[in-house]
């Protein structure tokens, strides 16, 4: 019956949409209204074939971001240039748009749970466990890989290659070798003001009035035969602006506004 259409995740298709459709409409004013969301690069989201792209970008909370992009998405599919003015595009959502998370984060509550049937695919962190850097890596999950594999054959995925939300750390290798096997379309976002409009889980909201940017930019070029893991990561980083040397810019910048205070 096609009220029981199910995911390749055995997720009901049905039910899942009008998740999309109450959580969307309940958290559509934390971006457009109570703060304000600019996006740019919408049109490059329309012209995406439905299936084998992955997102990689920056992270900032571990829900709202996500959120963000799913407004995003649909509303950009919906034709709505850099807006996600009038929610109408909610009604019909993309249905195969999957996102990968920590699975202890989509297991802490109740809440987390309802948002991981969603789209979640969840992974076992093998450099952090509850919360804490762990000494000794644990050797990677096969079912955590197969499931994205699973995932990009169905539809889209967006996952944060650095797998935290503190700014500027490595990226891990294990998005370079996801890229290189199986070939997805990356398309990069850059995203920045969701750190102060939300607490660190993105499910509170703790300041109003923030501009949130949301910036969709074309996607890598890769040459997935040559390119070697470390020559990935490093475009990966310069793509989502974590390269150590943005770090660097921006240190130079903090003191030349402090000089140009100093001398005023």
Do not use: C
Not at 225 to 242: G, L, R, W
Request: proline letters at 4%; aromatic letters at 10%.
């Amino acid at each position: 019956m096609r009220f029981f259409k199910r995911n390749p995740f055995g997720h009901i298709l049905f039910i899942k949409k009008w998740l999309i459709r109450i959580f969307g409409s309940i958290t559509h004013k934390r971006y457009r209204g109570f703060n304000d969301l600019q996006i740019e690069g919408s049109e490059i989201i329309k012209n995406l074939p439905d299936t084998n792209v992955l997102f990689i970008s920056n992270h900032q909370t571990y829900f709202a971001d996500v959120v963000a992009m799913f407004h995003v998405f649909n509303a950009s599919l919906s034709g709505r240039q850099d807006s996600i003015k009038n929610i109408g595009y909610l009604w019909q959502p993309k249905l195969n748009i999957y996102y990968v998370a920590a699975k202890e984060t989509m297991q802490a509550g109740i809440l987390p749970r309802i948002l991981a049937y969603v789209g979640a695919i969840t992974v076992e962190r093998t450099w952090r466990s509850e919360g804490k850097d762990v000494t000794e890596k644990r050797d990677v999950n096969p079912d955590d890989t197969e499931n994205i594999r699973i995932a990009l054959e169905d539809g889209w995925v967006i996952t944060f290659p650095q797998g935290t939300t503190k700014s500027f750390k490595p990226v891990r290798k294990g998005t370079a070798h996801i890229i290189k096997q199986h070939r997805p379309i990356v398309v990069p976002i850059v995203i920045d003001g969701f750190r102060r409009s939300f607490d660190k889980k993105g499910l509170r909201m703790k300041k109003k009035g923030i501009l949130q940017s949301f910036i969709i930019k074309e996607p890598l070029k890769i040459d997935y035969d040559n390119d070697t893991i470390e020559q990935i990561v490093e475009k990966v980083e310069f793509a989502i602006e974590q390269h150590p040397s943005f770090l660097k810019v921006i240190a130079a910048e903090v003191v030349e506004v402090q000089n140009e205070k100093l001398e005023m």
